[in-house]
């Protein structure tokens, strides 16, 4: 069975005028926060719409966006694919059933805490990969004032060079911790 489905040319028009004109909002229309709306509601077929949202993430970037769109028939939960940076907004659209279009709402899913985890622990593998780099680079300066390389070393520079190696590798064990941590934390957000 086949049946054939017309929308208003005006439905369609505005309904991809509002798509596009989304995707590249400034941070100024992101700056009233971490907001969640609804722009449109277009009737498709029978008791189905499109519903067409934006997303706005407040001062911190959302990592996998996750929205739940309701209405007095239907309850769907949408994840979003794109990371949403921080001050800034993503429109996107999906279908749901619905009786009466007025009972169509959306609610983001609240995942604060866990993008705030992600975060320190990104600030986390930053700040050992710039320590790692720091050892080195000390490292490289006491080979180079060493007189004679490596066969003339002195008990005090022995002791200098044992100590940088100690020290790296226990920042190199830190960093292997703190992937793991920052991997674990994606793959939960992730689900």
Known sequence: MNKKTTLPIGAIALASILILSGFGMSSAQAATGST??????????????????????????????????????????????KVINANACKTTATMIKAFDSNTIKIKKVDKSKINTMITAAEKNLAKIKSKISEKNIDLEELL??????????????????????????????ELKDARSEYYRLLYVIRG
């Open 144 to 173: 180079t004032s060493l007189p004679g390389g490596n066969n003339s070393l002195k008990p005090e520079n022995v002791k200098n060079v044992n100590a940088l190696t100690t020290e790296l590798s226990e920042l190199r064990k």
């Open 36 to 81: 969640t709306s609804i722009i449109a509601k277009v009737p498709s077929t029978l008791n189905n719409y499109s519903v067409i949202f934006k997303v706005c993430a407040g001062d911190q970037t959302m990592r996998a966006p996750e929205v739940i769109v309701s209405s007095d028939s239907a309850v769907k939960n949408v994840k979003l694919n």
